[in-house]
Every structure is written in structure tokens, then in C-alpha cells.
């Protein structure tokens, strides 16, 4: 009985590293078309579109339809 104790906490203390490691690293998640587009039209980076910025994008745009 003390045999078998032993040597199931030994195994079990051997496998516990392996559960605990960690992926070095992350894969980077693709930018969908959206994010991409998005992001070509974001020309200072600050997260949001402007209004000029989306200007750029459609002239047709204006700043009453902008502003709603």
C-alpha cells in the first residue's frame, strides 16, 4: 500500500511541470478586412476616424452627416 502512495505522488509530481508550462509565444491574429481598412484610413492612430479622415476615404461625406 505505502509502495503504491509513493509511487503514484512521485509520478504525479514529475507530470505537474508539464501541465503547468505556458506557450512561449502568442500567434498574432490576422486583421480581418475591416481592421485593415479601417486602419489605412486612421492616419494619426489614435483609434478613431476623424472627419477629415473619412473625407479622404468619400468625398461625399460631410460634416452633417458625420455628426449625428
Given at each position: 500500500?505505502m509502495k503504491t502512495?509513493i509511487a503514484s505522488?512521485?509520478?504525479a509530481?514529475?507530470?505537474?511541470?508539464?501541465?503547468?508550462?505556458?506557450?512561449?509565444t502568442?500567434p498574432?491574429?490576422?486583421?480581418?478586412?475591416?481592421e485593415?481598412t479601417f486602419?489605412?484610413h486612421?492616419?494619426?492612430?489614435?483609434?478613431a476616424?476623424?472627419?477629415?479622415?473619412v473625407?479622404t476615404a468619400?468625398?461625399?461625406?460631410?460634416?452633417?452627416g458625420f455628426?449625428?
Amino acid at each position: 500500500m505505502m509502495k503504491t502512495l509513493i509511487a503514484s505522488l512521485s509520478i504525479a509530481a514529475l507530470a505537474a511541470p508539464a501541465f503547468a508550462q505556458q506557450p512561449t509565444t502568442t500567434p498574432a491574429k490576422p486583421q480581418t478586412a475591416t481592421e485593415e481598412t479601417f486602419a489605412k484610413h486612421d492616419t494619426n492612430k489614435d483609434g478613431a476616424l476623424s472627419i477629415d479622415e473619412v473625407k479622404t476615404a468619400d468625398a461625399k461625406v460631410t460634416t452633417a452627416g458625420f455628426e449625428m
